[in-house]
């Protein structure tokens, strides 16, 4: 008799303004293609970069999984690799981080130099002033960037080419880590059924 594999595990993480919903259209789509979803929903602005990756390592306990693999878009891939880089003990899975400014946001301190506007970044400014200079130790990372212009960053300007509207592709690049780069805005990164096809090859080959 043929054994039949579990479907794999993920957990989505929203990004900066978002809220879990804003997932809901990608967790439908891996459904669909046998993947087990949960969404992950925290306070973008009210809480710092830390707090919110020690949320995300108790939601993910608390889930009790032996393997999950983890879905961000934006400020959520950030969320991400700050819980990996602090926390030895998340269960063995694989990466995707849906154009996560994982070099620190051009736009974000744009818009943090505006005294009016720094509300819009909240307790997220040091992250996303920040970055990450590697992929995670010992998990198939793979970036899912847009190169479609059209977004907040028009606005504020400072964006290099190409750049999804919100976050470029340079923001996104990540050592060690497989990359895809697909024409779709930054708000495209979870509407798009181009990027659910590439994230899904990834989470189950390990490269796009």
């Not at 880089?85 to 899975?93: A, L, R, T, V």
């Not at 995707?96 to 819009?120: D, I, K, N, Q, W």
Request: net charge positive; with cysteine; aromatic share 6%.
């Amino acid at each position: 008799m043929m054994e039949t594999s579990s479907p794999r595990s993920v957990v989505l993480i929203h990004g900066l303004w978002y809220g879990a919903v804003s997932l809901a259209l990608v967790g439908r789509r891996l459904r669909k293609r046998s993947f087990e979803t949960h969404a992950f929903g925290y306070p973008t602005l009210r809480q710092s970069l830390p707090a919110n990756a020690a949320a995300l390592r108790e939601f993910i306990a608390k889930l009790d999984l032996d393997q999950v693999d983890l879905v961000g878009h934006s400020l959520g891939g950030l969320v991400i690799l700050r819980m990996l880089d602090e926390y030895g003990d998340i269960p063995p899975g694989r990466v995707v981080l849906l154009g996560s400014p994982v070099h620190g946001s051009a736009v974000a301190r744009r818009v943090a130099e505006r005294r009016y506007f720094r509300p819009l970044v909240g307790q997220a400014r040091a992250a996303l002033e920040a970055g990450f200079s590697h992929a995670p130790a010992g998990r198939e990372t793979g970036i899912i960037a847009g190169s479609r212009s059209i977004g907040v960053g028009r606005i504020f300007g400072g964006l290099s080419e190409p750049n999804d509207g919100t976050v470029s592709l340079a923001e996104c690049r990540l050592e060690g880590a497989d990359e895809c780069i697909l024409p779709v805005t930054h708000t495209g990164l979870v509407v798009a059924p181009s990027v659910v096809r590439a994230a899904a090859r990834f989470l189950t080959e390990g490269k796009f």
